[in-house]
């Protein structure tokens, strides 16, 4: 760390300028921020207007050590300490005002022309230009699905950046400069970008801020596994190929994988969302948010999974944190006063399509205690459960009563509060063979989350909602220290003619081939969409599902090395670290010795492919290229995908069928 006054105070650290603090540009401002919330189906957005603003313009050192300092900047009787020190890489800022209110700070851009990370950002990759929201919210709103559907005579405008939330953000962000920000903050907060100087507004005063610099963007993910330990992971069993989503009972669900198994298909589980019977609705079939396996469709469920479990196939079910409000549960947890309250001490109800819940009080250590023991343990893991979706958690309404806690600060945290008690349930119950899958997160859910999963897509191209959003959002929350992540193969939204065919489930089963797991979906309408087993889809699902279990021991590798801090699924410039590098947004490398291109246009049997540095050998068909620009053909089922040359990879793939 270098202290330098001169016209101001400059701190830097490893060559990089961290605070730049002049009076015309003040580190810091206290603001007066008025934030107004609006939500609709858990999807929430703010409208924010900055009524006055208080520059802390002047400033004074009250401590110098050699690896510390203490920095007041202050404005008459307005100030903010800033206790400055080096542990390791890791230069820590932290924050203490007596001062209540929004918090700005002005950091330098040292030159950046990229920024990644802020969580799981669907749209663009580089968020330079952009303002960042840091606020949880449900992904998907109803506006564009009327859009593509029954308004589809008018032609659909894809959505910018600045339109779409987010389930899991993050105050994570990487520079193509080499450094690295992370701010400790559970709030309301953005990230602007915009400027030649980088904003920062929160509407409470952060806790505390990470700097790390280093040579590559990889011991910059390692910095930031200190920070918050990473510790995802897979059952070993996950590796041995697919996990089949099958709805309609547990005859159908053992009839579907085992007709795959004979086709020669690698399935090493079934996931049964409908595991506690279903709910019809006007836009499809839902879940019953009972968290009970249902004796009409899925009977003798523990024999029936011990069946399932001797011929090599898991059975993996379903919760959310709702109860439906005509289920048994509901009433239970509604007469122990287990479930959040409305301001007039009724349920608080939140609806899902057409129905209502309640939503179980994750503040309330006997409302944990049931959901634990019952739910998790009893419900599903005695029964043989070895994984399961831990749905939502990003609903949690700011007009609420909890049991402990204001909810407006606990909004953010609500998803990791969710996702820490279902991993506490695993490991008190000693279950290190199962796991479980979230959708929503917030800063240090990579702490508790074994693998995450992008969500709920559209079943189309779109490249805001569809396939393509996916590649993004995955280097995105690799940038901020979520490493292991995965998406519904097919995607899940469904309405009218939003369905999807041979070719979009095809080129999303070739993408996931190449990601920690291989786990399909049969949408929120299964009779009108295509699935793996459909005739035209069959084969390349027996043909994709053997080569990701061919590539198990290379997965395993790259498993490893995210709980140090690298990403599994890295955009075409990060083993170079060297932005200018960046050709692709829709290519990535898979660990370090597999590169994908993936196909995100319909009707695209060619695409241009930029092979990196070396020898690459295309999988399937063994054809050899070396780095370069080339125009390749594209048919379905035959991914474009290499592994280079010099690599074991090669060794591992006896058996996998080649054009």
């Known amino acids: 760390m270098r202290i330098v006054e001169k016209d101001g105070l400059i701190v830097s650290f490893k060559d990089?300028?961290?605070?730049?603090?002049?009076?015309?540009?003040?580190?810091?401002?206290?603001?007066?921020?008025?934030?107004?919330?609006?939500?609709?189906?858990?999807?929430?957005?703010?409208?924010?207007?900055?009524?006055?603003?208080?520059?802390?313009?002047?400033?004074?050192?009250?401590?110098?050590?050699?690896?510390?300092?203490?920095?007041?900047?202050?404005?008459?009787?307005?100030?903010?300490?800033?206790?400055?020190?080096?542990?390791?890489?890791?230069?820590?800022?932290?924050?203490?005002?007596?001062k209540k209110g929004a918090w700005r700070f002005c950091l330098p851009s040292n030159g950046a022309e990229g920024v990644f990370g802020g969580g799981e950002q669907y749209r663009k990759l580089n968020l330079k230009g952009e303002k960042v929201v840091n606020f949880v919210s449900e992904h998907i709103t109803v506006k564009p699905i009327v859009q593509k559907t029954l308004f589809s005579f008018v032609k659909y405008k894809e959505k910018e950046h600045s339109d779409?939330?987010?389930?899991?953000?993050?105050?994570?962000?990487?520079?193509?400069?080499?450094?690295?920000?992370?701010?400790?903050?559970?709030?309301?907060?953005?990230?602007?970008?915009?400027?030649?100087?980088?904003?920062?507004?929160?509407?409470?005063?952060?806790?505390?801020?990470?700097?790390?610099?280093?040579?590559?963007?990889?011991k910059i993910g390692e910095r930031f596994a200190q920070i918050i330990p990473n510790r995802q992971y897979l059952p070993d069993w996950c590796y041995d190929g697919m996990i089949l989503g099958v709805q309609g009972g547990i005859q159908r669900a053992k009839e579907k994988a085992f007709s795959m198994m004979q086709k020669g298909a690698k399935i090493c589980g079934i996931w049964c969302q409908d595991w506690s019977g279903k709910k019809i609705t006007a836009v499809g079939s839902q879940v019953y948010w009972n968290w009970?396996?249902?004796?009409?469709?899925?009977p003798n469920l523990k024999e029936n999974i011990k069946e399932l479990k001797e011929k090599g196939v898991r059975f993996l079910a379903y919760i959310n944190p709702y109860l439906i409000a005509d289920g048994k549960m509901y009433e239970y947890c509604k007469d122990k006063g287990y479930l959040i309250k409305n301001k007039k001490g009724g349920v608080y109800h939140i609806k899902s399509t057409t129905f209502s819940a309640g939503m179980m009080d994750l503040t309330n250590p006997d409302?944990?205690?049931?959901?634990?023991?019952?739910i998790i343990k009893e419900n599903m893991l005695d029964l043989g459960v070895d994984g399961y979706m831990a749905d939502f958690g990003e609903y949690l309404p700011l007009d609420c009563v909890l049991y402990n806690g204001d909810p407006k600060k606990m909004h953010n945290l609500w998803p990791l509060l969710w996702a820490k008690i279902n991993r506490e349930a695993l490991e008190e119950a000693g279950r290190t063979d199962a796991f479980f899958f979230t959708r929503s997160g917030y800063n240090g859910v990579e702490e508790y989350t074994p693998i995450m999963w992008n969500g709920d897509q559209h079943t189309d191209f779109s490249m805001d909602y569809g396939l393509p959003c996916i590649i993004p959002a995955s280097f995105n929350l690799g940038f901020s220290g979520l490493n292991v992540v995965h998406s519904d193969i097919g995607g899940f939204i469904s309405f009218r003619k939003l369905a999807r065919d041979e070719e979009l489930f095809i080129r999303w089963l070739e993408i996931n081939t190449f990601s920690p797991l291989m786990r399909t979906h049969e949408t929120i309408?299964?009779?009108?969409?295509?699935?793996?087993?459909?005739?035209?889809?069959?084969?390349h699902t027996v043909k994709l599902s053997s080569l990701h279990a061919k590539l198990k021991p290379y997965i395993k590798e790259c498993m490893r090395k995210a709980n140090m801090g690298q990403m599994i699924i890295m955009p075409d410039f990060y083993p170079y670290n060297d932005f200018k590098r960046h050709k692709d947004l829709y290519s990535y490398f898979f660990g370090e010795d597999i590169f994908v291109c993936a196909a995100i246009q319909k009707g695209a049997f060619k695409r241009t492919v930029h092979?990196?540095?070396?020898?690459?050998?295309?999988?399937?068909?063994?054809?050899?290229?070396?780095?370069?620009?080339?125009?390749?053909?594209?048919?379905?089922?035959?991914?474009?995908?290499?592994?280079?040359?010099?690599?074991?990879?090669?060794?591992?793939?006896?058996?996998?069928?080649?054009?």
């Open 16 to 98: 990089k300028i961290v605070i730049n603090h002049i009076h015309e540009k003040p580190f810091a401002c206290l603001v007066d921020w008025d934030l107004r919330y609006k939500s609709n189906h858990g999807n929430f957005k703010v409208k924010e207007k900055t009524k006055d603003s208080i520059p802390l313009i002047e400033y004074k050192i009250l401590l110098s050590q050699k690896n510390s300092v203490k920095v007041r900047f202050f404005n008459d009787d307005i100030s903010l300490d800033v206790s400055i020190s080096v542990k390791g890489d890791i230069l820590s800022l932290e924050f203490d005002s007596l």
């Open 164 to 218: 779409i939330q987010t389930y899991s953000p993050m105050t994570s962000f990487v520079f193509d400069k080499l450094f690295a920000v992370r701010f400790d903050t559970d709030g309301y907060a953005v990230s602007d970008f915009t400027n030649e100087d980088f904003y920062f507004s929160f509407e409470e005063l952060p806790r505390k801020m990470s700097f790390v610099a280093e040579n590559t963007f990889s």
């Open 292 to 298: 009970q396996a249902d004796e009409n469709t899925y």
């Open 367 to 374: 409302m944990v205690k049931y959901l634990k023991d019952t």
């Open 525 to 539: 309408r299964p009779a009108h969409n295509v699935q793996y087993d459909t005739p035209g889809v069959v084969e």
């Open 611 to 659: 092979i990196p540095d070396g020898e690459w050998i295309r999988f399937l068909t063994r054809e050899k290229y070396k780095s370069g620009t080339y125009e390749l053909e594209h048919p379905l089922g035959i991914p474009f995908a290499f592994y280079r040359a010099d690599s074991s990879i090669g060794e591992l793939l006896g058996g996998i069928y080649e054009k």
